[in-house]
């Protein structure tokens, strides 16, 4: 229970008149009109009248000189407002002592080691010491999910791309290289887990290589992002050249980097046999070939998705033919015609054109307008450098996307960013990809540079425009967690559509009635599965290291909770949904490899202190492997 301090000069300027202290003369104004002097008054002679008034006068006088005397302190003052208060001012008179009314009495005040915050959800009020110890607690929870869908994946799967945690075997939809096994590497290793980082690190050098050499088939993205990006930043995180070195558990580092040079000698297929600079999208690892995928196109988001890790790796082996590869494709999509800054979702390793006029942030998109920023933060951020270009071509794209893709949806405003199927000459479509979540995490980096919005403006970094992309990061987080939140089961769909004034479908609302935002989302039954997917405790994550508002924190303990409630497999392992907006819902069998890459590590670093893995010095793939900024420098 607080104590009452004494009051303060603010509190003497209370909004609330009920507390708000009144002057002398008020006072006796109001005594003369109300009290019983006002009857005597209007009885009494005039001589009379003039003797009260007289009293009154030596009363003021008195008061004023007991005030007066000399300078004192704001807190002398306040004592001396109070002691008035409780004694009599003149001496055999009760009447003078009316006129001086005791100061209102205000609300408690908690001495400055009793300050409190709110939750986030304006429901509970804890002090400093307290709110920590809770977001440590929560953050334990996360890493005991962490060790469950490990566990799983221990027992049933160990050595197989995923889980299929309800029919208790692995399978392999990646090429087969374990890619579970890297992908949840730096996640323990970034969450102390040395007994995991033992499991997964033998696992890496005992089977990975051989693995590499003689599969066939994979996917130049996926494997890069999940697999190559995982070993980079194992190699990192466990004490590789200029390293943090966070675990003593596994192998050494030199064993990361080994297998990562070999993987990736044989992913550069894809771009030295292409006839232009645009890779193949797949590629056969056992005889370094690569071809393109069918129908001959390759996503746009594919082949722009690659260049951090690429980097990275040229970096830390010294060799610059992996960077120079993948920044050719940068290079050359400066070139390309693009409508505000924004690009079709397919491209051609043929022409290397753009093909179609898909326009979205979704689905094959996404990772293009992801890398522009972070490669050019990966460089240093600095003006001068090489990439600079890269930084340029992303505020074109983010003033192409406020201009062009974002809507408020009806009757509530959700920020959403719709679609151009048919580009810019076509219809706008209200809908929006789970995926597209990652943007506002990407337009806060964008806006401070991996520093906290006060620290920016302290260091004058933030202009009109970094300010207007942090309120459209701001606003679009909230409609990710509301698209959760919308749900009967507080899981967001894989796809969702806002409610405009040129759409509408009834009857496919998220199931949640209470949700003020129940009109605004549009569930169809195709788009209502939900695939334990990142992006928004990825926002969630980068928002709260860049406002320090702790409603983000609270929004991604209610996902959590969720995950939890909803997908968690007895037996070890979480499941994918089948349908958000019925509870229960059915489950799909199968984890990705991302929930333990991605998802559980962003929240994990989501409730943990912002010097872990701090964003002025890492940057994330898109897999959410943090890799260093500027080694070399």
Not at 165 to 191: C, H, K, N
Not at 250 to 276: I, N
Not at 332 to 353: A, C, Q, R
Not at 565 to 573: E, I, L, R
Request: aromatic share 10%; net charge neutral.
């Amino acid at each position: 229970m607080s104590k009452s301090l004494p009051y303060s000069t603010k509190d003497v300027d209370y909004d609330n008149a009920k507390f708000r202290h009144r002057s002398f003369s008020k006072v006796i104004t109001q005594n003369l009109l109300t009290g019983n002097l006002k009857r005597d008054c209007v009885s009494c002679s005039t001589g009379k009248f003039l003797f009260l008034i007289l009293i009154f006068g030596v009363a003021y006088l008195v008061l004023a000189h007991a005030s007066s005397g000399g300078v004192v302190s704001n807190d002398e003052k306040i004592v001396n407002r109070i002691s008035h208060a409780n004694s009599s001012i003149v001496d055999g008179t009760g009447k003078i002592k009316r006129f001086w009314r005791r100061p209102p009495r205000l609300p408690p005040r908690l001495s400055p080691d009793e300050k409190v915050r709110s939750n986030g959800a304006g429901q509970i009020l804890e002090n400093p010491d307290a709110v920590r110890s809770m977001w440590i607690a929560r953050q334990q929870k996360v890493k005991e999910a962490f060790l469950h869908a490990w566990s799983g994946y221990k027992k049933f799967a160990m050595g197989r791309d995923e889980l299929m945690p309800l029919s208790r075997q692995g399978v392999d939809g990646l090429g087969g290289l374990g890619a579970t096994v890297v992908d949840a590497l730096d996640t323990a290793m970034i969450m102390g887990l040395d007994e995991v980082v033992a499991e997964a690190g033998s696992w890496v050098e005992e089977h990975l290589s051989e693995r590499i050499r003689n599969k066939g088939q994979v996917n130049l993205f996926e494997t890069t992002i999940r697999v190559l990006g995982g070993l980079l930043s194992a190699y990192h995180l466990s004490g590789g050249e200029n390293g943090m070195n966070i675990t003593q558990a596994g192998p050494k580092p030199e064993v990361y980097l080994e297998t990562a040079k070999d993987l990736a000698d044989r992913l550069l297929s894809a771009f030295t046999t292409s006839p232009t600079v645009i890779p193949f999208s797949d590629v056969i690892l056992h005889d370094k070939s690569a071809h393109a995928a069918p129908g001959g196109l390759s996503s746009t988001s594919e082949v722009s998705t690659v260049q951090l890790e690429f980097n990275y790796l040229s970096s830390v082996s010294g060799d610059q033919k992996y960077g120079l590869e993948a920044m050719k494709v940068m290079d050359h999509m400066k070139t390309l015609p693009k409508i505000e800054g924004l690009v079709p979702i397919y491209i051609s390793p043929h022409s290397g054109e753009f093909s179609g006029e898909n326009i979205r942030l979704g689905s094959r998109g996404d990772s293009y307008y992801e890398y522009l920023v972070k490669v050019w933060l990966q460089s240093g951020d600095s003006s001068n450098s090489n990439t600079s270009f890269l930084y340029e071509m992303y505020k074109e794209a983010m003033n192409g996307v406020r201009h062009r893709l974002v809507q408020k949806s009806i009757p509530n405003g959700l920020v959403f960013v719709g679609e151009l199927p048919y580009g810019l000459n076509g219809d706008f479509s209200p809908k929006m990809d789970h995926l597209v979540c990652f943007l506002p995490g990407t337009l806060a980096l964008g806006a401070t540079k991996g520093l906290t919005k006060k620290q920016a403006m302290q260091n004058n970094m933030l202009n009109f425009e970094d300010l207007e992309n942090l309120k459209l990061a701001e606003d679009l987080t909230k409609t990710c967690f509301e698209m959760y939140a919308v749900t009967s089961t507080g899981l967001a769909p894989e796809i969702a559509y806002f409610h405009t004034k040129d759409f509408s479908e009834e009857g496919h609302d998220g199931g949640n009635k209470s949700s003020e935002f129940v009109n605004d989302i549009i569930i169809r039954p195709a788009d209502r599965h939900n695939l334990l997917r990142p992006e928004t405790v990825e926002s969630l994550f980068v928002l709260y290291r860049t406002t320090e508002d702790p409603k983000y924190r609270e929004w991604g303990w209610q996902i959590f909770e969720a995950f939890e409630k909803h997908t968690k497999v007895d037996t070890g392992g979480y499941c994918s949904l089948d349908d958000v907006t019925s509870v229960p819902p059915h489950k799909r069998d199968k984890m990705e490899t991302f929930f333990l890459g991605e998802t559980l590590k962003y929240l994990y670093l989501l409730f943990a202190d912002r010097s872990l893995i701090p964003l002025d010095r890492f940057v994330f793939n898109t897999e959410a492997h943090p890799i260093p900024i500027n080694l070399k420098k």
